[in-house]
Structure formats: structure tokens, C-alpha cells
Nanobody, 124 residues
Framework: QLQLEESGGGLVQPGGSVRLSCAASGIALDAYAVGWFRQAPGKEREGVSCMGSTGASTHYADSVKGRFNISRDNEKVYLEMNSLKPADTAVYSC???????????????????WGQGTQVTVSS
């Protein structure tokens, strides 16, 4: 059973930056579609940044374009978050989809494996 574990969350001031990491056990992440999702209290889960299996295709939610960047190596997936706003406060989870997902998608139904999430709080 694939297990994912996020790290890097915490409290950050508005305008600050944070880098989230997601480690996977048992697979080489650079062959799979990967994504970062977030859920704030009282809101639905939102696909934030996603990458297709070859790495050539990425997708970003409009709310984070130009501020967030998804990357990966064979062991981890990363989410670099810059110019953070209080509206970015949420639990951030990583997810892994199939090797056949070449075009990036943030449709959560395409992802079979999920981490537990890490809290990011943006506040002064």
C-alpha cells in the first residue's frame, strides 16, 4: 500500500513563503501524476497544483498562478508557495494518480492515493 507523508506546514506571515514536501514509500514519484490539494474549514477541497506523469504538463488553480510552483524528483513532490495570503490558509494534501495521466489534472477522482495533510496558516 502506497503511503504519502506531507511536511513543511506551519504558521507563516502574509507575504511569506513556505515549501511543502510529500514523501512516498515504495514508488518512484517521477513516473506518476501528482497533485497538491487544499481544504479550508467550511469549504470544499480545491486542486491547487498538479503535474502529469511525464512532468511536461502542469495545472494551477487561478488563485495561485504565479505564486505557487509544483516540482518533484523520484522521491518527493514539492509545493513552493510564495506571496502567501490569509486566504491560502488550509490543510494541504498531496496525492498520486496513475502513470497514464499525461495531461495534468486536478480532478480528485483521478488520484488513488492521498496523504493525511499538513496545516498551513497564513496570519500576522
Amino acid at each position: 500500500q502506497l503511503q504519502l507523508e506531507e511536511s513543511g506546514g506551519g504558521l507563516v506571515q502574509p507575504g511569506g513563503s513556505v515549501r511543502l514536501s510529500c514523501a512516498a514509500s515504495g514508488i518512484a514519484l517521477d513516473a506518476y501524476a501528482v497533485g497538491w490539494f487544499r481544504q479550508a474549514p467550511g469549504k470544499e477541497r480545491e486542486g491547487v497544483s498538479c503535474m502529469g506523469s511525464t512532468g511536461a504538463s502542469t495545472h494551477y488553480a487561478d488563485s495561485v498562478k504565479g505564486r505557487f510552483n509544483i516540482s518533484r524528483d523520484n522521491e518527493k513532490v514539492y509545493l513552493e508557495m510564495n506571496s502567501l495570503k490569509p486566504a491560502d490558509t488550509a490543510v494541504y494534501s498531496c496525492a498520486v494518480g496513475g502513470i497514464w495521466i499525461v495531461k495534468a489534472t486536478c480532478n480528485p477522482r483521478e488520484y488513488a492515493y492521498w496523504g493525511q495533510g499538513t496545516q498551513v496558516t497564513v496570519s500576522s
